[in-house]
């Protein structure tokens, strides 16, 4: 499966609009990008998930080129809450299995 | 139930002892994951199910390390065996049929060996 690299630390702004980016170099052609959000001592939560071009929900937008070598992850706004580990991963149903590979993640620390 | 619920939420072993970690999937959801994460990194992928079939196993560190979803739903993650570097906190996960979508993770079990 693809590994994905991600910025180790980012700080931000209340109010700001964040952007992680991750690189998925060796992206599959079924393979689907997603992203979760962790804090501590609590299991990683879904935050999107796209196949290319750009997905919205009501928590994030993700901007997938048409290469789908990258994505990248927009917070709009973000407030102290944000504040967590989010990681980047790949993943696709393969020979009757499904894994997904997490990263180191990236922490994003935002500040009042 | 609502979420995905994993108990002890904390266990502490001494060495050589065996651990057993329980997952309740939310109801329905056929595939069930188990993630071991070591402080400060991401979470691993130890193993995979599809209801009752254990399809991916290639995550387990050794054959210490035992999975089972007898009955298609509750799963127990066991150690045996404990030693120091299993000490982690160990994820559960379950999604409906197609993971592609994302899956719910539990809160996880803290496991310390000493």
């Known amino acids: 499966l693809a590994k994905t690299t991600q910025p180790i630390s980012m700080d931000s702004y209340e109010g700001q609009e964040v952007n992680i980016t991750c690189s998925h170099n060796?992206?599959?052609?079924?393979?689907?990008i997603t992203w979760y959000q962790q804090f501590p001592s609590q299991g990683p939560r879904f935050i999107i998930q796209g196949y290319k071009t750009k997905v919205t929900n009501e928590v994030a937008s993700l901007f997938i080129p048409a290469d789908r070598k990258s994505s990248t992850l927009s917070l709009p706004r973000v407030s102290l809450s944000d504040t967590a580990v989010y990681y980047c991963?790949?993943?696709?149903?393969?020979?009757?299995?499904?894994?997904?590979?997490f990263g180191t993640g990236t922490r994003l620390k935002v500040l009042a | 139930g609502a979420g995905v619920s994993q108990s002890p939420r904390y266990k502490v072993a001494k060495r050589g002892q065996d651990v057993a970690l329980r997952c309740d999937p939310i109801?329905?959801?056929?595939?069930l994951f188990w993630y071991q994460q070591a402080l400060g990194q991401g979470p691993e992928f130890l193993t995979y199910?599809?209801?009752?079939?254990?399809?991916?196993k290639s995550g387990l560190p050794s054959d210490r390390f035992f999975a089972e979803r007898p009955e298609g739903s509750v799963s127990t993650l066991k150690i045996q065996r404990t030693q120091q570097e299993d000490s982690a906190v160990y994820l559960c996960?379950?999604?409906?049929?197609?993971?592609?979508?994302?899956?719910?993770f539990g809160s996880g079990t803290r496991l310390t060996v000493v």
């Open positions: 060796n992206i599959a052609t079924n393979d689907y």
């Open positions: 996960a379950s999604s409906r049929d197609r993971p592609d979508y994302g899956y719910t």
């Open positions: 109801s329905g959801h056929v595939s």
């Open positions: 199910f599809q209801n009752e079939a254990q399809l991916d």
């Open positions: 991963l790949v993943g696709a149903y393969r020979s009757g299995t499904y894994k997904y590979i």
